[in-house]
């Protein structure tokens, strides 16, 4: 019987050829016994594949006897247990979805390149979001031997085009909103930046009246969101509760029926392509086109990467001002009135980002002014 691999010698090191392709690969070793035994286990390989994975199981199991029973609903579970309390619920309703049902009972050392392309074939965007962090947090645990389908070769998403609310957009959805409290919440949303459910489950307690700031701790993240109160936010807070939730009724629906009822009023006025969090786009693009700084921003915002922050502006090019005139007025020029200055600002942000996180119960995040 004619062999399909052939082993020959380069500098010291063993190889083997593929007598039909012509490649070669280095077996990775000078030993003359162990190299036929890998070539040897090459050609049979080819001649009997199902013993050669009956042999490649007995292999794994002797090293980890469960890694050759694990399914991909092992990974599923593990993978949901992660994150905050929210991204748990979002990810165990993924892992619910209908494409990843295809493999949920598919052993990990079974599955093919072409397992995977299936699910993300009959998936979306999230879909293939989702596999992938499956897939690498297989490889991370030691469950997988081996990438399945390599990086480079992963299909790219390709996500939906993500917009913020314009401001007429915004005057079109209060004028015909006649729920008073979904007026407000929407009005907040405008103002604030937060999220459908940080700003649902707002309380007036996070509201500090005497150094005019508002802050919360974000639920997905868990990262501090702190934002320094204008005229405008004064005036809608000031007819909200004074105790308890901001929005009583608003916090006790789920996220999903607040963000079914704001579509259907968007239906309503044919307004396309937007959602609540298309809110959050809104500010960050406002936010960039008048230059606030970007620091600032993703504080506000409760941003911990720099990266997600500008994925939320990038739909906005800023116009810079001249450096002439922004010279001209730095020395006056305060970013909050009757606040401290910016500069006494930014030291007691670097500050506040310096020390150990505090636990998750409602508390000031910018203490007193640091002594210059």
Not at 21 to 32: A, C, V
């Given at each position: 019987m004619k062999h399909r691999y052939w082993l020959f010698q380069r500098r010291g090191v063993f190889y083997v050829e593929d007598s039909l392709?012509?490649?070669?690969?280095?077996?990775?070793?000078?030993?003359?016994r162990e190299a036929e035994r890998l070539r040897d286990t090459k050609n049979e390989a080819v001649q009997r594949p199902f013993i050669g994975l009956a042999i490649g199981r007995a292999y794994l199991a002797a090293q980890d006897p469960r890694l050759v029973q694990r399914t991909w609903q092992v990974v599923m579970d593990e993978f949901s247990r992660k994150g905050q309390g929210h991204t748990h619920e979002r990810?165990?309703?993924?892992m619910r979805s209908p494409p990843f049902r295809l493999i949920s009972r598919r052993k990990l050392v079974e599955t093919t390149a072409d397992d995977l392309l299936e699910v993300i074939q009959s998936g979306g965007t999230s879909t293939n979001h989702f596999l992938r962090c499956l897939h690498n947090l297989a490889l991370g645990m030691g469950w997988l031997p081996a990438a399945i389908l390599p990086s480079k070769l992963w299909p790219a998403a390709k996500a939906k085009p993500k917009r913020g609310?314009?401001?007429?957009?915004?005057?079109?959805?209060?004028?015909?909103?006649r729920n008073a409290e979904r007026r407000k919440y929407y009005e907040l949303l405008w103002e604030v930046g937060a999220a459908q459910t940080d700003a649902a489950l707002l309380q007036a307690e996070n509201i500090d009246w005497q150094k005019q700031t508002l802050q919360y701790r974000r639920r997905k993240t868990g990262e501090w969101?702190?934002?320094?109160?204008?005229?405008?936010?004064t005036a809608l807070l000031k007819q909200l509760p004074a105790h308890g939730p901001l929005f009583p009724t608003i916090s006790e629906t789920r996220d999903s029926a607040r963000a079914a009822e704001f579509r259907r009023r968007c239906r309503?006025?044919?307004?396309?392509?937007?959602?609540?969090?298309?809110y959050r786009y809104s500010w960050a693009e406002r936010a960039k086109a008048t230059g606030y700084p970007e620091r600032w921003a993703q504080n506000a915002l409760g941003h911990n990467s720099r990266a997600v922050h500008a994925a939320y502006a990038r739909g906005v090019v800023a116009v810079c001002p001249s450096l002439e005139a922004y010279e001209t007025t730095s020395q006056d020029r305060t970013?909050?009135?009757?606040?401290?200055?910016?500069h006494q600002l930014q030291i007691e942000i670097e500050t506040r980002s310096k020390l150990p996180q505090p636990a998750p119960t409602i508390g000031p995040l910018i203490g007193k002014p640091t002594p210059r």
């Open positions: 392709t012509g490649k070669q690969q280095s077996l990775g070793t000078r030993e003359k990810r165990q309703r993924a609310i314009s401001p007429e957009e915004h005057q079109r959805i209060l004028a015909a909103e969101a702190c934002l320094q109160i204008g005229p405008k936010l309503l006025l044919n307004l396309n392509g937007i959602s609540l969090h298309s970013l909050f009135p009757n606040s401290t200055s910016t």
